[in-house]
Structure formats: C-alpha cells, structure tokens
C-alpha cells in the first residue's frame, strides 16, 4: 500500500499539474510518496492537503507471453539518474466497469495495444501501478500510476501518454490528473 | 462494502463452522451482516470476536456470454424462503495471484468450469461475491461468499461445494472456513 501525501513540503517538487479529463486536484508544491496506508489523525497526513491511496496487486490484463516481454525490459523505480516522474491519477467510467473481463481485455489489448505502447517506452520509463477502487466506496481515483525517468526521457514520457490517451480505452477514462515532479 | 461481525448475537445463528483448509476462525454463535466497513472503534463493532470485510465489485473473469446466462437465472440475496445462508470465507496461495489473467482464467474457466458448476444450482442458490485481497495488506482472506437459499436446497449447496472443491481451481486455495447459517 502506497500513499501519495500533496501538500507544502515533500520529497518531490511538483514541476505541474494539468488537468486532463474531469473535476482538478487541489494545488499543491510538494508530493512525498510513502509505503504506508495514512489516515487523517497519522502526524504526517495532517500536514497534506490530499492523499491518494494505492495498493499494488496482481495482474489483471496482461498474458503470460506480454508479462516476459515486460519482464525482460523494465527497470525499477528509484534509479539514480530518474530525477524526474509522474503521479496519474486516473478513474475509468462506470460503462468501463459494468464490461466484462473478455470486453476490457479486447478494448485494452484489441483495440488499445496498451502493453505494445508500454513496451515501446522500455526501459527508459519506469512504472508502478496502483489499484484504488477496491480500497473503499469512496475513492476518487480508480488508478495512480508512478512513473519515474531521467529527465532527458521527458520528451518520449509525453509521445508514450499521447499515444495511450487517444487509444479507444482512454475514451472510458472520466478523471485524470498529470502531476509532474522533479526531486526537491 | 459489506462487513461480516461473528459474535454472541446477530442476525444469523451459525449451526456449525468447519475449516476446510488452514487456519480455522474463531467459534462464534452468530453472525451479523451490514453494508458497512466496520472499526473497531464502532460500538457494534466492539462486541465482535471477528470481523471480516469485502467489497463488491467489477467482475473479473466471466465473459458477455456467460454473464448473460448467469443473469438470466439468477436470484437476489433474502428471497423470503431463504432461511439458510452459508459464509464462506477463502483465501488462495500466492503461486495464483503470481499467475497471468490468461492462466487463471484457463484454470477456473477450462479446466474448473467454476461457472458452468455454478449455473447448475442456480436459481436456487443465490450468491454474492465480496472482494478482501485489495482492502490492504493484511486481510486474512481474499474472498468472502455470501450464499442463501431455501432449507430443502442445503443437499444440492453442499453438492455445488464437492464440485469445486475438488476441481483444479481449488489447488490454489489456502485458507477456507465453511460457516453455515439459520435465521435466528
């Protein structure tokens, strides 16, 4: 479980928040990203002006054959020369939720190639998915998506969300906020 | 979210509590359950020997068509003949949840058949499927099934249990209590 704490201090300075689809986050000029669930009465939580929870979990789309070619390529969070990243926070559509599993998958893979996209971004951007949904009733995201790279990597970060935010998938996605951050 | 307090009183009386696999609950005389996420803090909460917690949610590996089918037989929860209900908790081995959708899917759907197994018991037998894996680090189960029907189905209930738990599907759980409920 991840938390990501928007506030006035934190590990990384946020650089911009764009507000691509739906209601904005709040402003904020710092983001520290903890591995711990926060609630309101934790010492750190109650210097953020939001928190975005995750957990990271199983997969839930990609086959055996797509996880080695990811597997083979990827490259950890947190290398020493990925002094920039991103929080995406994104929620999908309740029409994206009431599909079944064989409809997602047709739209994500058919029709989006999502993993192809990602593959083609590796190993320059790292990633790490977290699910938010099944947290509570009360989420406001459904995913946070942590990307880091170095900053010379910023220009094929921003080709790699283009292509994926006008494949077919993307028109289920109803919130998505685009924070960019560099270490403070 | 819905939450399941086992305790000295509740809604439902439990009329025997088995362990199928791994470590068993401790014995309580009732069981309550109520849309809500419980705390320990909550006064109904406190008199709780235990509370399990799940979500409802997207479904994850059934197809169009076979939903189809499911919906065009199923029945709700609380049917008035319903006067016998089974909560049964699961949890299953990480060896699953590091396999790919396409290989737990061809497990449950291939070579478990769990939804054809299913659709031969309904519309008696009526079912929710509650979400735990995700709620955070530290649930101890995956899954909880909440199942009602009338008392005269009980035969045909235990008989869906035989059929998946003795499939290939069922290789992969860990952890399961089998709880067994009248109306109290």
Chains 1, 2 share one sequence.
Not at 2 to 30: D, Q, Y
Not at 82 to 109: F, G, M, Y
Not at 116 to 139: T, V
Not at 172 to 178: F, G, P
Request: glycine fraction near 4%; include cysteine.
């Amino acid at each position: 479980m991840f938390s990501f704490l928007g506030g006035n201090a934190g590990t990384w300075r946020v650089t911009s928040m764009t507000t691509i689809v739906g209601e904005p986050l709040p402003a904020v000029s710092h983001i520290s990203i903890v591995a711990e669930s926060f609630t309101g009465s934790d010492d750190l939580a109650r210097h953020a002006i939001w928190i975005l929870r995750g957990i990271t979990s199983n997969e839930r789309y990609v086959t055996r054959a797509e996880k080695e070619q990811l597997v083979a390529v990827q490259q950890d969070l947190g290398r020493k020369e990925s002094t920039s990243a991103a929080v995406i926070p994104i929620r999908k559509s309740l029409s994206w939720w009431a599909l079944t599993q064989d409809e997602r998958r047709d739209i994500l893979a058919g029709q989006s190639r999502h993993v192809r996209i990602g593959l083609q971004y590796l190993p320059a951007i790292a990633r790490r998915l977290h699910h938010c949904r099944d947290l509570s009733e009360k989420e406001p995201f459904d995913f946070v998506t942590l990307f880091d790279y170095a900053s010379d990597d910023e220009k094929a970060f921003n080709q790699l969300l283009q292509e994926l935010r006008t494949s077919p998938e993307w028109e289920y996605v109803d919130r998505e906020v685009d924070i960019r951050l560099a270490l403070s």
